[in-house]
C-alpha cells in the first residue's frame, strides 16, 4: 500500500541556518505530496503542496519539489527562525482515494 | 477561512466511562475525518465519512464508532473508554474526492483516561 518515509528527528538547528527534512514515498499512480505544519499546542495546518511531478510547492520561505524518478518531495528553507520550531508532517494523498497517508512528523527545534 | 471546531479541547475521563468528541465545520465539505496522533506514530485514522450517515474504517476503528447526522457534523464515540485511547484526537475535513485536496484540521481534543 501507499506509504510515506519521513526523517526521524528531532532535529536542532540556530537562527539561520538551511533546513533539509527529508520525505520519500511509495505509491501507486500519480499522488498529490504535502507538507503541512504543527505549531504547540495547535492542529495541522498546510505548509505547501504539489500535485504533480516536477511541481514546486513553496510557502514562507519553505520550498519542496515532486520528485517522481526518487520519489520524494524534501522540505527545504534556506535561513530558519526561532518561530518555525514546530512538527513537520509529509503526506500523500492518492489519485481517486480518499485517504491521505502521513508520515511520522520531525520535530524541529531552532535556537536563538 | 475554512474553520473546523472541537468541541473540548482537554477532557480527563475515567475508564469505562462512554465518551463522545464533536466536531463541526463550517465550510459545506463532504469528506469528514477523525485521526488519533501519538509520539513517534505520526497520525493514524480512525473513521472518516464521505457523506451524511455514511461511514467507513480507517486503519485503527477497533474501540471507536462514529456518528454523521449532519453534513457539518461529525462525532466520535468511545463506547468504553481505556487508558490505551489516551491520546490527541483531530478532526479534519476537505472539499470532496481527488489527490489535490488540502484537510483542514482542529486544534485536537486531548483525552486523558484514568
Known amino acids: 500500500g501507499d506509504s510515506v518515509t519521513q526523517m526521524e528527528g528531532p532535529v536542532t538547528l540556530s537562527e539561520e541556518a538551511f533546513l533539509t527534512i527529508n520525505c520519500t514515498y511509495t505509491?501507486?499512480?500519480?499522488?498529490?505530496l504535502f507538507w503541512y505544519v504543527q505549531y504547540p499546542g495547535e492542529g495541522l495546518q498546510l505548509l505547501l503542496k504539489?500535485?504533480?511531478?516536477?511541481d514546486k510547492g513553496s510557502n514562507k520561505g519553505f520550498e519542496a519539489t515532486y520528485r517522481k524518478e526518487t520519489t520524494s518531495f524534501h522540505l527545504e528553507k534556506g535561513s530558519v527562525q526561532v518561530s518555525d520550531s514546530a512538527v513537520y508532517f509529509c503526506?500523500?494523498?492518492?489519485?481517486?482515494?480518499?485517504?491521505?497517508?502521513f508520515g511520522a512528523g520531525t520535530r524541529l527545534f531552532v535556537k536563538a | 477561512d475554512v474553520k473546523v471546531t472541537q468541541s473540548s479541547r482537554y477532557l480527563v475521563k475515567r475508564t469505562g466511562e462512554k465518551v463522545f468528541l464533536e466536531c463541526v465545520q463550517d465550510?459545506?465539505?463532504?469528506?469528514m475525518f477523525w485521526y488519533r496522533q501519538d509520539p513517534g506514530l505520526g497520525l493514524r485514522l480512525i473513521y472518516f465519512s464521505y457523506d451524511v450517515k455514511m461511514k467507513e474504517k480507517g486503519d485503527i476503528p477497533e474501540g471507536y464508532s462514529v456518528s454523521r447526522e449532519k453534513k457539518e457534523r461529525f462525532s466520535l464515540i468511545l463506547e468504553s473508554a481505556s487508558t490505551n485511547q489516551t491520546s490527541m484526537y483531530l478532526c479534519?475535513?476537505?472539499?470532496?474526492?481527488?489527490?489535490?485536496?488540502?484537510?483542514?484540521f482542529g486544534e485536537g481534543s486531548w483525552l486523558t483516561v484514568v
Open positions: 465550510m459545506d465539505h463532504e469528506n
Open positions: 505509491a501507486t499512480g500519480y499522488p498529490s
Open positions: 503526506a500523500l494523498s492518492s489519485t481517486g482515494g480518499f485517504k491521505t497517508i
Open positions: 479534519a475535513s476537505n472539499p470532496s474526492q481527488g489527490a489535490g485536496n488540502t484537510i483542514y
Open positions: 504539489a500535485t504533480k511531478a516536477d
